[in-house]
């Protein structure tokens, strides 16, 4: 069986954003107190690590000790300076080309796990995360204006061929097998 700390240690890791402590609980199928116990340990364990527990009254994430900021920022600024990879193109050509794109749907098309290229994306200000219109749970990604203009569009049905390529997204979406 494995233990409570290290089932919350791979869920903050995995999910890299803050969580609810009512929603851990719930995931982990423990109490509030078993969870509160769970968080002391593993902050106890990152004593001498990079990794820290940051707390708020309802939600806790993992983060990098405060010393090593400066370190971090100069592998981020390496990182943004580095081309654009193919797969970072591709997820960007996905997002300008098909509206209310979730990560399910880029993954989907791409055949491969996005989550790396997502966030890149969105450190570099090519692409925003907002709230899904019609349902709340879900998340869609959009070009930044900046992306626009970097592009020398004002919107995006100004891109190359974007009718038929938008059409060829919609028609491979489709093709998603229903959950039941």
Known sequence: MIPLVKKLEALLFIT??????????????CGFEELTQAISLLKEAFLEHALIIIETDQDISLGTHPELSSFIDDLRKEELNKELTKASLDT???????????????????????????????????????VHE?????????????????????????????????????????????IE
């Open 92 to 130: 960007l050509s996905i997002i300008l080309y098909k509206d209310l794109v979730t990560r399910a749907d880029i993954e989907y098309i791409r055949g491969v796990n996005s989550t790396f290229i997502l966030r890149n994306l969105m450190m570099r200000g090519l692409v925003d995360r907002i």
């Open 134 to 178: 019609t349902d709340s749970r879900k998340f869609v990604y959009i070009p930044t204006i900046e992306l626009l203009s970097f592009l020398g569009v004002a919107k995006r049905e100004e891109l190359p061929e974007f009718e038929s390529l938008r059409g060829a997204l919609e028609g491979r979406l489709q093709t998603i097998p229903e």
């Open 16 to 29: 890299s954003e803050p969580q609810s402590k009512k929603g851990l609980a719930k995931t982990l199928g």
